[in-house]
């Protein structure tokens, strides 16, 4: 197992946001106001969970109905918005599944303009991206080896990267820019570069080993490597049990990564992942060193933001694995870059535009269809980074309950995390929750975790075979976290039975606190405000 390590320092933000304490209303106690079908003791049960004094002074949304009819069972401030972090995927996915089709792929594509004469090109090449955000470095080999194939040596004029399917902008709306650096808020391009089989787009990974000696420089290995980003090394090899502490960072508008801090001889590689600046031209680089890997040489270099001209030739393609697979990196580790880059491809597909409003507005046209309304709720972002997305649980519930009757449920369904199932393609960031209850390997469901914000939407059975979907969402709570009070939601609701009154079953090791990482040494695999794929290398 990989040692966890410090990646990067965080300065901790205000836990009380204006946005969410205008919009929110405050958690009512008692039994559940305006519920369409109380269930027996459920109530009782539900309530007695939601009394643990973590949330007091908090905004908390719970609702509980049934899957099949949508009546609600239990309600606890249902229609109040609050900020639903990274539970704003569900939006996202489902109307992906939806507008693009299971079976959506994207395309990278190698064009040349101009004409061919033996060997050489006279002319430009062209690498165009539709937003894949798997395109590995090996991917770009293969399109360079394609290129080298086809008996070309020379091009003459440029190799120039087309990321026009999107606009220009980056970063989402109201984005913290302390994250900026860090994997999971990575900039949003159609031509990118992952540097794992997790996906994380427009990021690299560092890997900082101790020199064999005392006093000598760690040694930084880059993955994929590149002379795209800078590497600032600071890092300095110390004695063998002496703490070691590695902090990687980047500077805004810049690709020098700066290592520094202490590691101990002899000790595990410590890994970091890094978002870069400038997508595009990272993968420019990564395509440029593969076609001179393979013997061809670009004359003059290279330039960014050209669209392919018309009549251009096409010379190579990779297509991406079908959406309905890019659904588990996505939902199980709750990618962030995933999420914005299908926002904008919707955009592109629907309105004819790649942009998050354009990408926005197809979801909300899509969320009339679904019978409810896009005018109750407000979506900034497809990832659930920005804190002036605010959504329902209410909302979430009626979502829940729409996508059961969709063609593409099952493929979706199962790209949710899962309870306690130990395979981390398959639990995801639920992979060590609810464990030793009722709820293990039953309930499917998406989470959500920012500073002061977590949520829990998805589906459980109860112990009468009767499914039910839920959503709870908190606002504004002041503990280092509260999954375990949602652990115990799930638990109660999988163990709950019409037949008989349920006494609040928590999780297995309810008795220490719950986070979204198993403990770690390093800062931010101690976080509990993040979701806890986003906390490598510590794993859920």
């Known amino acids: 197992m990989r040692m966890p390590t410090t990646h990067r320092r965080f300065r901790h933000r205000a836990l009380l946001w204006a946005v969410a304490a205008s919009l929110a209303l405050t958690a009512t106690s008692g039994a559940p106001a305006g519920a369409d079908t109380p269930a027996p003791g459920l109530s009782q049960t539900l309530d007695q969970i939601l009394s643990d004094t973590r949330l007091n002074g908090a905004q908390v ?4 109905s049934d899957a099949e009819t949508g009546q609600t069972l239990y309600q606890r401030n249902g229609d109040g918005r609050l900020v639903p972090a990274s539970s704003t995927k569900l939006l996202t996915s489902t109307a992906a599944m939806a507008l693009l ?3 959506y792929r994207f395309s990278t594509d190698v064009l040349a303009d101009g004409s061919r004469h033996g060997s050489v090109f006279q002319g ?3 690498l165009r991206g539709t937003g894949d955000p798997t395109m590995l470095a090996e991917d770009y080999d293969r399109l360079a080896a394609t290129v080298a194939a086809a008996g070309i040596r ?6 120039v990267a087309d990321d026009t399917r999107f606009d220009s902008s980056r970063l989402g709306a109201s984005w913290a820019a302390d994250d900026e650096s860090a994997y999971y808020s990575s900039q949003i391009s159609p031509l990118t570069v992952a540097p794992d089989t997790d996906y994380d787009a427009g990021t690299v990974l560092l890997s900082v080993a101790p020199g064999s000696a005392p006093g000598e420089a760690a040694a930084v290995k880059v993955t994929p490597s590149n002379d795209y980003v800078r590497i600032d090394n600071r890092a300095t090899t110390v004695a063998a049990g002496e703490s070691r502490a590695i902090t990687v960072d980047r500077m805004h508008g810049s690709n020098t990564i700066v290592v520094s801090g202490k590691i101990s001889v002899g000790s595990t590689p410590a890994t970091s992942w890094t978002s870069v600046w400038e997508p595009t031209g990272y993968a420019a680089a990564v395509f440029a060193d593969a076609l001179a890997a393979h013997g061809v040489k670009v004359t003059r270099g290279t330039a960014l933001g050209k669209a392919v001209p018309q009549g251009a030739t096409t010379l190579a393609s990779h ?8 659904l588990t990196p996505f939902l199980k580790l709750s990618n962030n870059n995933h999420a914005e880059v299908l926002v904008k491809t919707i955009g592109y597909e629907v309105k004819g535009s790649g942009t998050w409003s354009a990408g926005l507005s197809a979801i909300a046209d899509h969320l009339r269809t679904l019978g409810m309304d896009p005018a109750a709720l407000r979506q900034m972002d ?14 979430f519930t009626e979502l829940l309950v729409a996508a059961r009757h969709q063609p593409w449920f099952q493929e979706w369904y199962d790209a949710l995390p899962i309870a306690c199932a130990s395979d981390r393609m398959t639990g995801g960031t639920l992979r060590s929750r609810m464990c030793g209850t009722a709820a293990a390997g039953n309930l499917h469901g998406k989470t959500g975790s920012l500073t002061g914000v977590s949520g829990l939407s998805g589906y459980v059975t109860d112990a009468d075979g009767r499914k039910l979907v839920f959503s709870f969402v908190s606002n504004n709570y002041v503990a280092s976290s509260v999954k375990n009070i949602e652990d115990a939601v799930g638990a109660a609701l999988a163990s709950y039975s019409v037949k008989g009154a349920q006494q609040p079953q928590g999780t297995a090791r309810s008795d220490r606190p719950t ?7 390093d800062e931010q695999s101690r976080r509990t405000d993040l ?6 290398p510590a794993s859920c």
Request: proline fraction near 8%; include cysteine.
């Open 515 to 521: 986070t979204d990482a198993p403990a770690a040494r």
């Open 319 to 326: 297509p991406s694995m079908p959406l309905k697979d890019l």
């Open 531 to 536: 979701e806890c794929s986003w906390t490598k």
């Open 101 to 103: 089709g299971p079976d």
């Open 61 to 64: 949304g719970v609702v509980v």
């Open 124 to 126: 430009d090449v062209y």
């Open 154 to 159: 020379r091009f003459t004029g440029r190799l």
């Open 382 to 395: 497809g990832s659930g980074l920005s804190r002036m997305d605010v959504v329902s649980t209410e909302q």
